[in-house]
């Protein structure tokens, strides 16, 4: 009764204002990413300025994912208190300006630091966004929302080659991080305008009474900490693809920066295509009448029979091939991601969401902070092929560990 009247009571304008909404959450996505791309992309011209060892960008790579590991579990904590309006615009704050530091460094210490503030602000836009998308929309448009504002991460890693090539090229590496740490800041005024004419419609679910939650009785539950294991297993594909794939096209096969720059994007654009459309496929099905967690594991299941495919990289194709086996994996990726992600919106109270994606994108972290270490004493001794056969490993276990977290209904219980 309390849900339909306060849904009764929300004006047309407040449900068309939740769309600007969700294309303010892509475009801080787009930020977030064009903004944590940069070093990676610059990654080889830095190292030459600042006299680093493939071991020492390594080591920089694992900074950033310590703190960012770390700050989704306060992150989420924050979002769930704060609200994601509010926390929102003071994680991208905080984020674009460690970008914007990052063009002052001087050394690899500076470098780590810079990046490890950068950390810190960038999880909270994944404790935030599906805070929001659990709060203003329904079941069936869940996964489109997810796919949306994922592919923004896609964007952001589509446009940022071309971009950071050229104003690096034009202006030198430090321009670039000055430049694209700037954004964030116009951002914010957007986010906070278009909310102070939507605020949010308060409909909390059956299943969020009760009072708040303790961090024990969640980590308790098998969904929590089982999605967050599937994760840990499964990023680490798209932390290698994303800071290290672009290394490998410029040190192992010859490409140049501006190469890189002109044809690295497909590989992105392919990623968008399976964020949005793993979204939309998964909420066909959920309109057809499939259960929502069922439809979420159907199309991350499809995913984890197609990554695999990426290991014949390790043959070393021609550049074409690569880049199209590439393109496949992000794709794959993305119709996971977008679907775990979709799988944890619907399991989980609202009220709680922001808390508990802390947790499970903490699980993200970890694996990527266990895989770089791996991946670059591999890279440092030029020996990529092994790192590809081994990725093709992990998302099938994911997928498992997924299936085995949610078989049972995925309606969240309270913990007792």
């Known amino acids: 009764m309390q849900v339909s009247a306060v849904a009764a009571a929300a004006s047309p304008l407040r449900s068309r204002m939740r769309w600007a909404i969700l294309a303010l959450l ?37 900074l950033f994912l310590v703190a960012y590991t770390i700050a989704h579990l306060g992150a ?58 659990a709060e203003r ?127 690295a994007w497909v590989v992105y654009l392919a990623a968008d295509l399976g964020s949005i459309g793993g979204g939309v496929a998964s909420g066909r099905l959920v309109r057809r009448g499939m259960a929502p967690a069922r439809s979420r594991l159907w199309l991350m299941g499809i995913a984890a029979l197609l990554a695999p495919i990426g290991a014949t990289i390790a043959g070393e194709p021609s550049i074409a091939t690569t880049f199209a086996l590439a393109a496949l994996v992000a794709c794959a990726h993305l119709v996971f991601l977008t679907n775990i992600t979709t799988l944890a919106v619907d399991t989980f109270p609202s009220r709680h969401v922001a808390t508990i994606f802390g947790i499970i994108a903490a699980g993200s972290g970890l694996g990527g902070m266990l895989s770089t270490r791996v991946v670059g004493e591999f890279a440092n001794e030029q020996s990529y092929g092994p790192l590809f056969l081994m990725m093709a490993l992990l998302h099938p276990l994911g997928w498992l560990v997924a299936w085995w977290a949610v078989r049972k209904p995925a309606a969240a219980q309270a913990p007792g």
């Open 26 to 62: 892509f475009l801080s996505t787009v930020i977030n990413y064009v903004d944590r791309q940069t070093l990676s992309i610059l990654a080889s011209t830095i190292q030459a300025d600042l006299g680093m060892s493939d071991l020492d960008y390594a080591a920089v790579v694992q």
């Open 76 to 133: 989420g904590w924050l979002t769930d208190r704060l609200g994601p309006k509010l926390g929102l615009a003071l994680f991208v704050c905080w984020w674009s300006t460690a970008n914007l530091v990052t063009g002052f460094a001087q050394s690899a210490m500076q470098l780590g630091a810079a990046r490890f503030a950068l950390g810190l602000g960038e999880a909270g836009n994944y404790t935030a966004a599906p805070k929001t998308v």
């Open 137 to 263: 929309f329904p079941a069936h448009e869940r996964g489109f929302a997810v796919g949306v504002y994922t592919a923004g991460a896609m964007v952001g890693a589509t446009i940022a080659p071309p971009l950071i090539g050229w104003l690096a090229l034009a202006h030198g590496w430090r321009a670039a991080f000055f430049a694209t740490g700037a954004l964030g800041f116009v951002w914010v005024v957007g986010w906070w305008l278009v909310h102070h004419w939507s605020p949010p419609v308060q409909a909390p679910r059956a299943a969020e009474a009760g009072g708040r939650w303790g961090w024990i009785p969640l980590l308790r539950q098998r969904p929590v900490w089982g999605l967050a294991l599937a994760r840990m297993i499964t990023d680490p594909v798209w932390y290698f693809y994303l800071f290290w794939f672009p290394k490998y096209m410029i040190d192992d096969r010859g490409l140049t920066l501006m190469q890189m720059a002109q044809v």
